[in-house]
């Protein structure tokens, strides 16, 4: 186990050789193998609910089995009460203080999830969206196929390799993020731009800003590429300068009016703290070879990047590089948003900051495939390709999935036990500070705050400890020390402390409440 990556490396090494071996071995079984349109389209179909069941059930597993902390799904299941209830994107426990996630990140798109959360007002819901968005991605996908004239068979490879690409499912390690649009938007407009449908291109790039204000650097790439590699300045320049505007807009807002954009992530970049973003780009311009030496660079020396290339090309057999004009190579650059930071989460496959890439370099694996001429090479490389995104998936997605299912099979019933004490002992309406991974199942209140990040402090009436780990002891020592008495407890697993006075109250409360039901039998 701790070598698993090369391990990994090892196996798909041997597989890729048996694979070159059967298809030339088979190169007659090959040459006259057919596949109706329809078995075709089935398998596309297949694979896409392939992607979408692990996703979904990963993530619905990982909240009802309170795995889902805080960051980052608590603070989804609080803002989407808050936009049910008011339509305002407001909540309390990402900054620990009422405010909007837009004054953090730029992201009216979700509110495309809004009317479903309408119909289906649970976390649940959440996690199924997102899982449903991702999956959607192979719509483009095989789309993109059809159009560069990709036979059956080898539109069935190339969007199985979408499905089951690591770095789709990996991504959703910690619930839901509003990156898990970027495949969708991102291919659907890489799509409208081969047909040359315009209109539709730049609504999908409306789309694709709406994500995030750092989405705008996968536009700004893309027209790049247009200028550079397509020599389509019209459309290139367009693109470069909306994505430019749009990112400059939202950094003033969230300079003057948020919590500040978030430079910190490249300060390896940035010499002078003032210079803010601008600082990473001046330092990329003016110093080259220094900028070389941080693609590799890492925090703890654990490989990170180089795990990262190998995770994010191998399952798509580096077909994103098989092609004889070097310009293209420029669709692979988004990886170095994530080489060139120092920000140890962002080379780890297990976060969401891939699903843009993941994009880009899907779209370079379809525009290259169709300039390789010679039938046998292209079938090769593809079935290699398959075969070290199967063994990847096996290796780095699947333990996600079913250690999720056999825990769930085994404790299910704990798990509902305690939903249900949750659910009858803390009222509605009530502040609340909970233990991270309680969060999101007290998120359906106007006032609920991670109690890490709250620091102690006494204007919340129940705090609700996750006693299954012992880090809930300082807070449990904090809170006591401030008047909190033990409110209930569900065994080892669950402590909830309230204010004194409010214990109090609500004796008082309930005393009048038995005085009114004598009074009111005696009047009866």
């Known amino acids: 186990s701790k070598n698993v990556e090369w391990f990994l490396i090892s196996v798909i090494f041997v597989y890729a050789l048996f694979v070159i071996w059967c298809t030339r071995a088979l190169a007659n079984v090959w040459e006259y193998a057919k596949m109706h349109t329809t078995v075709m389209l089935s398998l596309v179909i297949v694979a896409g609910l392939c992607c979408f069941g692990g996703i979904a059930?990963?993530?619905?597993?990982?909240?009802?089995?309170?795995?889902?902390?805080?960051?980052?799904?608590?603070?989804?299941?609080?803002?989407?009460?808050?936009?049910?209830?008011?339509?305002?994107?407001?909540?309390?426990?990402?900054?620990?203080?009422?405010?909007?996630?837009?004054?953090?990140?730029v992201s009216?798109?979700?509110?495309?999830?809004?009317?479903?959360?309408?119909?289906?007002?649970?976390?649940?819901?959440?996690?199924?969206?997102?899982?449903?968005?991702?999956?959607?991605g192979i719509v483009p996908v095989f789309l993109l196929a059809r159009h560069f004239k990709l036979s059956n068979p080898q539109t069935v490879l190339v969007s199985a390799l979408y499905a089951f690409f690591p770095i789709i499912t990996t991504g959703c390690s910690y619930d839901l993020h509003e990156n898990c649009f970027l495949p969708l938007f991102l291919l659907?407009?890489?799509?409208?731009?081969?047909?040359?449908?315009?209109?539709?291109?730049?609504?999908?790039?409306?789309?694709?800003?709406?994500?995030?204000?750092?989405?705008?650097?996968?536009?700004?790439?893309?027209?790049?590429?247009?200028?550079?590699?397509?020599?389509?300045?019209l459309h290139g320049g367009i693109l470069a300068a909306a994505a430019i505007g749009y990112f400059l807009l939202c950094g003033y807002l969230l300079e003057t009016t948020g919590t500040g954009m978030m430079s910190n992530r490249y300060?390896?970049?940035?010499?002078?703290?003032?210079?803010?973003?601008?600082?990473?780009?001046?330092?990329?311009?003016?110093?080259?070879?220094?900028?070389?030496t941080q693609l590799f660079a890492d925090t703890d020396a654990k490989w990170d990047k180089v795990m990262y290339i190998v995770y994010t090309l191998l399952p798509l057999g580096f077909l994103p590089f098989a092609t004889k004009k070097a310009s293209r190579w420029l669709l692979i650059m988004p990886m170095l948003i994530n080489l060139l930071t120092m920000y140890p989460y962002q080379p780890r496959i297990g976060f969401q900051y891939h699903f843009g890439v993941a994009a880009f370099?899907?779209?370079?694996?379809?525009?290259?495939?169709?300039?390789?001429?010679?039938?046998?090479?292209r079938r090769t490389l593809l079935s290699i390709a398959a075969a070290a995104c199967l063994c990847s998936y096996i290796v780095v997605a699947l333990p996600l999935i079913t250690p999720r299912l056999q825990d769930w099979q085994k404790k299910q019933d704990k798990y509902?036990?305690?939903?249900?004490?949750?659910?009858?002992?803390?009222?509605?309406?009530?502040?609340?500070?909970?233990?991270?991974?309680?969060?999101?199942?007290?998120?359906?209140?106007?006032?609920?705050?991670?109690?890490?990040?709250?620091?102690?402090?006494?204007?919340?009436?129940?705090?609700?400890?996750?006693?299954?780990?012992?880090?809930?002891?300082?807070?449990?020592?904090?809170?006591?020390?401030?008047?909190?008495?033990?409110?209930?407890?569900?065994?080892?697993?669950?402590?909830?402390?309230?204010?004194?006075?409010?214990?109090?109250?609500n004796k008082k409360q309930k005393e009048k409440e038995k005085a009114f039901r004598q009074k009111d039998k005696v009047i009866r």
């Open 108 to 136: 009216p798109v979700y509110y495309l999830i809004l009317p479903f959360y309408y119909l289906f007002s649970t976390p649940e819901t959440l996690q199924i969206a997102q899982a449903v968005v991702l999956a959607a």
């Open 267 to 292: 300060d390896n970049l940035i010499f002078d703290p003032e210079d803010g973003l601008a600082g990473a780009i001046k330092t990329i311009l003016v110093n080259p070879g220094y900028v070389l």
């Open 416 to 505: 509902a036990e305690m939903e249900a004490f949750l659910e009858e002992t803390v009222p509605e309406d009530a502040s609340v500070a909970a233990s991270t991974y309680l969060l999101p199942h007290l998120a359906d209140r106007d006032e609920i705050f991670e109690v890490h990040y709250h620091k102690n402090k006494p204007d919340i009436k129940y705090v609700v400890l996750d006693t299954r780990y012992s880090s809930y002891k300082p807070f449990y020592e904090a809170y006591t020390e401030l008047g909190y008495t033990v409110f209930a407890q569900l065994d080892t697993r669950i402590m909830i402390l309230q204010q004194q006075r409010e214990r109090i109250s």
């Open 361 to 377: 370099l899907v779209y370079a694996m379809l525009k290259n495939l169709p300039e390789i001429e010679a039938p046998e090479v």
């Open 57 to 105: 059930t990963m993530g619905v597993l990982r909240y009802k089995a309170f795995a889902a902390p805080n960051f980052d799904f608590g603070i989804w299941c609080n803002m989407f009460y808050n936009m049910k209830k008011t339509g305002l994107a407001m909540v309390t426990c990402e900054r620990d203080m009422l405010l909007s996630h837009f004054a953090v990140h």
């Open 188 to 233: 659907f407009t890489f799509y409208f731009y081969e047909i040359k449908k315009p209109i539709p291109m730049y609504v999908c790039t409306i789309l694709v800003l709406s994500v995030k204000e750092d989405a705008a650097v996968y536009i700004l790439l893309f027209a790049l590429f247009l200028l550079v590699s397509e020599r389509k300045y």
